[in-house]
């Protein structure tokens, strides 16, 4: 199973990349990289698989990220030992610096999931290990978390329906492309229809003009099938 691609060293104009954060699975010391790929190891048939098995391959990915961060920091720090056993370096001490480190440089809701999911790859790579003191830890920055707004994402109706008309408007005055025009007028009505009557997606994928959007004494109606009773 590949948890981690390694990227390639150069960027795209042949510079060598800065000193990265991150360390990948291949770069970890050879005992948390053992440990590593036998928690995650597949099941197969009769055979049982690793600790960890069961979680899907991006919730694996992100929680060596996590823990490659933090192996990044110690060996950034002069901590690192390459000779210790698996998740060893997950002490109080380490874990204190590692978060004055990045304290400043990220949100609160950042810096919960840091040491949350640094805890989490610390019991796939040593499931005996206590590790109930990093989880108050992690209890207290919880409590510290204040999620970024996101009203400024906020788009209106007023706005889709602006937005809608302009395309239809667009699509008349500057496509000369019959298909083109088309396809433009389409995409704006369905801004503007989207905005003014919210359906659920899958009822709007299927109208269908003259069958479920159909035009009555002058008027266009929405008339959807009735589910079974």
């Known amino acids: 199973m590949i948890l981690w691609r390694r990227p390639n060293e150069q960027s795209h104009r042949g510079e060598p990349k800065k000193d990265r954060q991150t360390l990948y699975v291949h770069e970890w010391p050879s005992a948390e990289q053992s440990a590593w790929q036998d928690a995650c190891r597949p099941s197969h048939r009769l055979k049982k698989g690793g600790s960890r098995s069961h979680?899907?391959?991006?919730?694996?990915?992100?929680?060596?990220?996590?823990?490659?961060?933090?192996?990044?920091?110690?060996?950034?720090?002069?901590?690192?030992?390459?000779?210790?056993?698996?998740?060893?370096q997950v002490t109080p001490a380490n874990v204190e610096a590692y978060i004055i480190d990045f304290t400043g440089k990220v949100n609160s809701v950042t810096a919960w999931n840091c040491i949350y999911k640094l805890r989490r790859a610390a019991q796939l790579l040593s499931p005996g290990t206590d590790f109930t003191w990093l989880i108050e830890i992690e209890k207290d920055l919880e409590l510290l978390q204040e999620p970024k707004s996101k009203f400024d994402r906020i788009v209106t109706a007023e706005q889709l329906v602006e937005a809608g008309l302009t395309l239809i408007i667009e699509a008349k005055e500057l496509t000369h492309a019959e298909f083109k025009r088309a396809r433009g007028i389409r995409n704006g009505l369905m801004l503007v229809l989207l905005a003014l009557c919210p359906i659920r997606r899958k009822n709007f994928a299927t109208l269908e003009i003259g069958k479920t959007l159909r035009q009555i004494r002058g008027r266009w109606w929405i008339t959807l099938p009735g589910g079974p009773k």
């Open 55 to 88: 979680l899907r391959v991006v919730s694996l990915k992100d929680f060596a990220r996590r823990y490659g961060r933090f192996l990044g920091f110690l060996k950034r720090t002069g901590r690192l030992d390459p000779n210790a056993p698996a998740a060893s």
